[in-house]
């Protein structure tokens, strides 16, 4: 079983920068494939993020503002969100996998975090 965290939403304006973060506990962390998802109102969870190993994933609308990262040494993996937008506004979610994917779909991830909040004014 593995247990995540995530924090470090918030209500920013347009063009500001956010860093999420989601502690992991209850696995070795270093195997995990781990996922950042978002659902905003009214709107189907859709993939954000994915780092597998040394491998990662965007979804093209944050390709080049958004970056993966995981410290396998603090059990934590991060969303570095730059040049946020209105249209990311949405509750963040932090998934892990058990197995190496590069499946950008929620039935690739086996865990899931309760969310956090990111709010984009304009």
């Known amino acids: 079983q593995v247990q995540l965290v995530e924090s470090g939403g918030g209500l920013v304006q347009a063009g500001d920068s956010l860093r999420l973060s989601c502690a992991a506990s209850g696995r070795t962390f270093a195997t995990l494939t781990m996922g950042w998802f978002r659902q905003a109102p009214g709107k189907e969870r859709e993939f954000v993020a994915g780092?597998?190993?040394?491998?990662?994933a965007y979804t093209d609308s944050v390709k080049g503002r958004f970056a993966v990262s995981k410290d396998n040494a603090k059990n934590t993996v991060y969303l570095r969100m730059n040049s946020l937008k209105p249209e990311d506004t949405a509750v963040y979610y932090c998934a892990a996998g058990r197995r190496p994917t590069t499946d950008q779909t929620m039935g690739a991830y086996d865990y899931w975090g309760q969310g956090t909040q990111v709010t984009v004014s304009s």
């Open positions: 780092i597998s190993w040394s491998s990662t």
